[in-house]
């Protein structure tokens, strides 16, 4: 049953015609848990919630289903408007960004010259961008581009996903970047050829990573729930002494809130990745997906 209902929700995910829907009606059936709002003031309002008792956010303008320069330019321009508010409001926020939405698979130049311009006004603000990686047919172009833009900026870091075969060598190929990684399991539904299809050995894998990315001296965001893998890395910057400023722990506006503040008052860095925005219907079914429980939680709210 598990298995199914994790496939229903990841096949709704990529279907434009529920997410054209979903944006005429707003976020309905529990969406609001996971997703901060509709609009940059909603967003502003809740990662103010966030910084009151700790917690730091990464902020992301979600956008899906880019099909024009026209919509590329617009997300892009969101971006810049979110880091601006970001610095207008003082919080304590990163941006965080979907190389798709801003025309990657429309044209790559378009999405590099959407990527500079963002970055150059993140650079303005001190602040960073983090690159989210997407599934495995955008994996190669992603790491490609983040390559070219390191070389001009130092505040933008990507995503590597742990159930991949490929991610132990693209940890080890980033490193002469000194790569600032945020580290995944992985949320995209992969064929075995590519991904790893047991849990245990994605879990053992991004263990792997983890250590791996952390001995070579560079930052690591361990985004995850999981409180066997947050224990490891508890455990392992203990035995290795890694300083507390080396490495942050990030999870999903919504989820284990409990967690993430027991793990602020223990003197770790929690970061909260924060989506808001009106095309949120993509990344609310993935959530779906990951956990069954999350699934419960949206029936219930059905019949309220």
Request: aromatic share 10%; hydrophobic share 40%.
């Amino acid at each position: 049953m598990e298995i199914v209902l994790k496939n229903f929700f990841q096949a709704l995910a990529k279907n434009p015609t529920a997410n054209q829907m979903a944006k005429k009606y707003g976020l309905r059936f529990g969406a609001s848990r996971f997703v901060a709002g509709i609009t940059i003031h909603d967003a502003v309002q809740s990662v103010r919630s966030l910084n009151r008792d700790g917690r730091v956010a990464t902020l992301d303008h979600l956008g899906e289903f880019i099909s024009t320069r026209e919509e590329a330019l617009e997300s892009a321009k969101m971006c810049i408007e979110t880091l601006e508010a970001i610095a207008d409001s003082g919080i304590k926020s990163n941006l965080s960004l979907k190389m798709t939405s801003l025309g990657l698979d429309i044209d790559k130049q378009l999405c590099m010259d959407n990527m500079n311009q963002i970055l150059e006004c993140a650079q303005r603000y001190n602040n960073f961008v983090r690159i989210d990686m997407e599934d495995y047919a955008h994996c190669e172009v992603s790491i490609d581009i983040y390559r070219d833009l390191r070389k001009k900026f130092d505040n933008v870091g990507i995503v590597l996903q742990a159930y991949l075969y490929r991610t132990e060598q693209d940890v080890e190929d980033l490193n002469p970047y000194d790569a600032n990684l945020r580290l995944v399991k992985g949320a995209y539904k992969e064929s075995p050829k590519v991904a790893y299809p047991n849990k245990k050995d994605v879990d053992d894998n991004y263990k792997k990573l983890i250590s791996q990315h952390l001995s070579n001296g560079n930052y690591t965001a361990v985004a995850t729930h999981d409180e066997a893998i947050i224990q490891y890395v508890k455990e392992e910057a203990a035995q290795k002494g890694y300083a507390l400023d080396r490495f942050e722990f990030q999870m999903l506006y919504g989820i284990a809130e409990d967690l993430q503040k027991s793990l602020v008052k223990e003197g770790y860095k929690v970061r909260v990745y924060v989506p808001y925005g009106r095309d949120w219907f993509g990344y609310n079914m993935r959530r779906l997906a990951e956990r069954p429980a999350n699934v419960w939680f949206v029936l219930k709210n059905l019949f309220k």
